[in-house]
């Protein structure tokens, strides 16, 4: 058999791309009766039917590193956040919980603050300054000038990228202007509505070097966190994580005990913004808690 990577999946359709190129095949009936899902960036082996044409049959999925559910892919190395500087205007509890979600998969992460050339005040300095106190990679860009650019491509190498954010703040206007080719559809922000048309239907694994893919997928403007245990959510903010095995209490939550390790880096080593944010995502976790008692 054929091994190869699941690159994009359409009408029950999958394809393929492998050493011999790219081949279209569809999946057996056994993972349809077992409840499995074949999904883009899935590492699979495939039995070819006709070489000519590539056409093949879907049979063996291996086992999966990482499983992102909204955009959904798998064996996904990094996630690379995308949020406009300007036109839409910054969202930081929005990018917070894209921020808690790819933390949540173990991902590793970049931020990359496009639309900087929109910002005449360069207010996106301050953003980038505290998620890099974080422990962030973060890239000042601009798609249309072409700065911080190479900065990204060189960020892309040699990983699976899950590209995640707004609509309106040009993901795929960046990788057009990292990746020439590639030339995705950038659709035009709606003045009236300050938010992007859909441009991107699927999600999609796209090979941009050798051994680099990169997934552009939906933009979408809110974020459910709700299956995360209030508890676990302090393990998902990055600067936490030297503190929160410090405190005098086992299962401090870090809000309203004493002698919290956590609470005494407020404004050193946590910035009050991402820790009150912090605050407000257990509160609602909480009640979300209570509800479904």
Do not use: W
């Not at 798998?74 to 929005?94: C, E, T, Y």
């Amino acid at each position: 058999m054929l091994e190869g990577v699941i690159v994009k999946g359409i009408g029950g359709f999958y394809y393929i791309d492998t050493k011999r190129g790219v081949f279209e095949t569809r999946a057996r009936g056994i993972f349809r009766k077992e409840g499995i899902r074949p999904t883009v960036g899935d590492h699979v082996k495939i039995s070819v039917l006709d070489e000519e044409n590539k056409k093949g049959s879907l049979d063996e999925i291996l086992p999966r590193r990482t499983e992102l559910i909204r955009p959904r892919v798998s064996n996904v190395d990094q996630a690379v956040i995308v949020f406009a500087a300007k036109s839409p205007d910054m969202n930081l509890d929005l990018l917070d919980r894209f921020l808690l979600l790819a933390e949540e998969q173990e991902l590793d992460i970049v931020i990359v603050l496009n639309k900087i050339d929109k910002d005449n005040n360069q207010d996106y300095e301050e953003a980038a300054t505290l998620y890099r106190q974080a422990g962030y990679l973060v890239i000042c860009a601009s798609a249309e000038l072409g700065s911080g650019v190479e900065d990204l491509k060189a960020a892309l190498e040699n990983r699976i990228s899950v590209f995640a954010g707004p609509s309106g703040v040009g993901k795929s206007s960046l990788i057009n202007a990292a990746f020439p080719g590639l030339e995705l559809n950038t659709g035009e922000l709606s003045k009236k509505i300050q938010r992007g048309r859909h441009t991107t239907r699927h999600a999609e694994l796209i090979r941009i070097t050798e051994n680099s893919y990169i997934v552009d997928s939906p933009g979408f403007t809110s974020l459910f966190l709700n299956h995360i245990p209030s508890e676990k959510l302090q393990y998902y903010f990055k600067e936490f994580e030297p503190f929160v095995h410090g405190c005098y209490y086992n299962g401090c939550m870090h809000i309203n005990e004493p002698d919290c390790a956590v609470k005494a880096q407020i404004g050193k080593a946590i910035h009050p913004m991402r820790y009150q944010r912090y605050v407000n995502i257990v509160q609602e976790l909480k009640k979300e808690e209570e509800r479904k008692k």
